[in-house]
């Protein structure tokens, strides 16, 4: 069975022989919440062509992303296998495609497997460093920096031009107000760099979005790729 997800794809056959029956497509539609902080991670999703966003949740309401998870990963994998209650709100950005599995039969596979105990951490740490890399970014980077950044992250991890984004949605991603993102979406259409109308954003000049991204964009993709080459 072919997966398009890279941590699937990476399995040790002995592993994918295993949770492939427990295996169910799912369909996942854009909002949809996952996970809310204090849930139980019963389930664990592997996108294929969805997107999807961890985001913290200030007392105040305010809540700014964190990390983006597409066909590259799974969200919410420590919680999953220590089985602790999740400290993010999770929720779909990109609607799409995704495999659902049981958490509870990843953890007991993780108890006979050394392999898949060892790709599992591999994951989880790059999770943690592209969290860590957003926190240092959002200090020290300008908002439209960040804003190429995470659509160039949101394309890598969806593997699309088009990405169904809205303004609010934008916002988040780059932790600045609505009418702030505005402009620079105004910017970049006005720049031919990308087209956007009714919450459809199309990149049409990739290498120029990329000359416009702050230098984490760099260090995510290679994190990107290295897990891409582990999954080939």
């Known amino acids: 069975m072919y997966f398009r997800n890279f941590l699937l794809r990476a399995l040790p056959e002995e592993d994918t022989a295993y949770l492939t029956p427990h295996l169910r497509e799912v369909s996942l539609s854009r909002g949809q919440a996952l996970y809310e902080p204090g849930d139980t991670v019963e389930t664990l999703y592997f996108a294929s062509s969805a997107c999807i966003s961890v985001v913290s949740v200030m007392r105040?309401?305010?809540?700014?992303?964190?990390?983006?998870?597409?066909?590259?990963?799974?969200?919410?994998?420590?919680?999953?296998?220590?089985?602790l209650p999740a400290t993010s709100r999770i929720f779909v950005q990109v609607a799409g495609a995704a495999l659902a599995l049981p958490s509870a039969v990843f953890r007991r596979r993780l108890g006979e497997s050394p392999g898949l105990v060892n790709l599992t951490f591999r994951?989880?740490?790059?999770?943690?460093?592209?969290?860590?890399?957003?926190?240092?970014?959002?200090?020290?980077?300008?908002?439209?920096?960040?804003?190429?950044?995470?659509?160039?992250?949101?394309?890598?991890?969806?593997?699309?031009?088009?990405?169904?984004?809205?303004?609010?949605?934008?916002?988040?991603?780059?932790?600045?107000?609505?009418?702030?993102?505005?402009?620079?979406?105004?910017?970049?259409?006005?720049?031919?760099?990308?087209?956007?109308?009714?919450?459809?954003?199309?990149?049409?000049d990739r290498p120029a979005l990329v000359e416009r991204a702050c230098d984490c964009y760099v260090l995510s993709e290679q994190q990107f790729e290295g897990l891409r080459e582990a999954a080939e």
């Not at 305010?62 to 919680?79: F, K, M």
């Not at 809205?166 to 979406?185: E, H, I, K, N, P």
Request: with cysteine; net charge positive; proline share 2%.
């Open 60 to 83: 105040d309401g305010r809540i700014v992303e964190t990390t983006t998870v597409g066909r590259e990963s799974a969200p919410g994998l420590l919680d999953a296998v220590t089985g």
């Open 123 to 204: 994951h989880a740490r790059a999770l943690s460093q592209q969290a860590e890399l957003g926190v240092g970014c959002n200090l020290a980077h300008s908002a439209d920096g960040r804003l190429a950044r995470w659509l160039l992250m949101t394309q890598d991890r969806i593997g699309s031009d088009l990405l169904p984004l809205t303004q609010d949605y934008l916002a988040v991603m780059t932790g600045v107000q609505r009418t702030t993102v505005s402009l620079m979406a105004a910017a970049l259409k006005r720049a031919k760099i990308v087209a956007y109308s009714r919450g459809q954003l199309t990149i049409l």
